[in-house]
């Protein structure tokens, strides 16, 4: 019981209760369209530069929006933009099904609708990493409900591709695209049932852009957010496109179908999901010392060995590590920028957070497309791999002088869950 309620104790809030049984139920959907669309895109045109150049549509919104959907995020009211996000996400989930059923889909079709809900996720995820200190009424669980967050996140990868393999060799894409849709009712019922305190605005004097400026410099004028926000850059770059090139390795590399490819993408959901529960049940995240660098280095090196393996069990294996790896690092780095910046802030500062994510993620989408299509998918993702570690190493480099900057925190917070304020005043006391 001591373990369970160490590990699982923001379920206790009725409002994060809500929140995370119906965006658990979404992230099914969201992973089962996921699956869909990258096999439908490679059924359909048999390119692997093609898969990137989609993925790249629809992830380079984020790129683009995120700074300034993040002062907005910080204005407006954070669960109205997730009521209007969810619904949008909802719709064009539905018209991607309707499209496949009817059998008029095509790739433009698909390269719009990504565009489009690019855009969405642009204001979705800003506002929704920031919501969660909304949502916690109780600051001392803020650590564990974002580790929690991520547990959701990856259950629901292990569940959603599982479930899309089956179905898109039973029944076809289109089933997949319309769950999804009907997925999107869920959470937007939970949001609505939310009773969640106004939070105190601060009045603004300044444009967007004035904001935004405020925001980067605040980013990037503290060393230990502009390190984390760099080494998340380097890996959604170089790393996180390893999903574009799955189905690439399950039907060229390893021989298989779409059961292969829910297999693959599922055991990085596993690995995944094993190192948000080691996260959720620890203390203290706020030590930088090892666990940032090592976990960026093992997913790195676990790319590096899939890229070369050609069975199917040992392939497993290798994405179970590196799932568990990235989840980690990433996982990690969320909750730290959470806990040491300005609540006023927060939205600017965890828009960069998705500019650095999710939106490096659709460049090196596309060069990983190229480079499959060049030299072939093993060395497209080997390459990525290599950067990842070298990336760890030289983050590494800088942990000490990291560390003394953070000591302070992880000194007066030996229990991550507890002291945001105190967390807050110490940042502010080390930045003058």
Not at 114 to 137: K, Q, T, W, Y
Not at 176 to 195: D, P, R, T
Not at 210 to 236: C, D, K, Q
């Amino acid at each position: 019981m001591q373990e369970r309620y160490t590990t699982f104790r923001a379920l206790r809030l009725r409002n994060y209760r809500l929140f995370f049984g119906g965006q658990g139920v979404s992230l099914i959907g969201t992973w089962m369209q996921q699956i869909a669309m990258s096999w439908l895109v490679y059924r359909m045109t048999d390119s692997a530069f093609l898969l990137g150049a989609v993925a790249f549509c629809t992830q380079i919104p984020s790129f683009l929006l995120s700074p300034l959907t993040g002062v907005l995020a910080d204005r407006w009211d954070r669960r109205a933009i997730l009521v209007v996000t969810q619904t949008i996400s909802m719709v064009q989930a539905f018209v991607l099904a309707l499209l496949i059923f009817t059998g008029v889909i095509a790739v433009w079709h698909i390269i719009v609708l990504g565009v489009l809900i690019g855009c969405v996720n642009a204001f979705d995820i800003p506002a929704r990493h920031s919501f969660v200190i909304d949502m916690v009424e109780k600051k001392e669980m803020l650590g564990n409900a974002i580790a929690l967050n991520s547990f959701m996140f990856n259950a629901a990868r292990l569940i959603g591709p599982s479930i899309a393999g089956v179905l898109i060799a039973s029944l076809g894409e289109g089933v997949c695209f319309f769950l999804n849709g009907v997925s999107f009712i869920f959470v937007i019922l939970a949001l609505l049932a939310m009773q969640i305190v106004p939070r105190k605005m601060q009045p603004r004097t300044g444009n967007l852009i004035e904001e935004l400026r405020e925001g980067v410099s605040y980013a990037f004028g503290f060393p230990p957010i502009r390190a984390i926000l760099m080494l998340i850059s380097a890996i959604s770059l170089m790393g996180m496109s390893y999903a574009v090139l799955m189905p690439v390795f399950a039907r060229d590399v390893l021989g298989g179908g779409p059961r292969t490819l829910g297999t693959l993408m599922a055991s990085a959901g596993v690995g995944a999901l094993i190192g948000t529960l080691y996260l959720a049940s620890q203390k203290d995240v706020l030590a930088l010392r090892w666990t940032l660098p090592a976990s960026t280095a093992i997913f790195g090196a676990g790319l590096i060995a899939f890229s070369f393996s050609r069975l199917l069990p040992l392939s497993i294996l290798l994405l179970f590590i590196a799932g568990f790896g990235l989840i980690v690092q990433m996982a990690m780095s969320n909750t730290i920028l959470q806990m040491i910046v300005d609540d006023d802030k927060r939205g600017r500062v965890m828009s960069l957070y998705t500019m650095a994510f999710m939106g490096m993620t659709p460049l090196g989408s596309l060069l990983s497309g190229y480079l499959a299509s060049r030299f072939g998918a093993p060395f497209a993702l080997a390459l990525g791999g290599f950067v990842c570690v070298a990336a760890a190493w030289l983050f590494a480099t800088r942990v000490p002088a990291l560390q003394r900057m953070l000591h302070g925190i992880s000194g007066a917070v030996p229990d991550l869950m507890g002291g945001i304020e105190t967390v807050t005043e110490l940042i502010n006391t080390e930045k003058e």
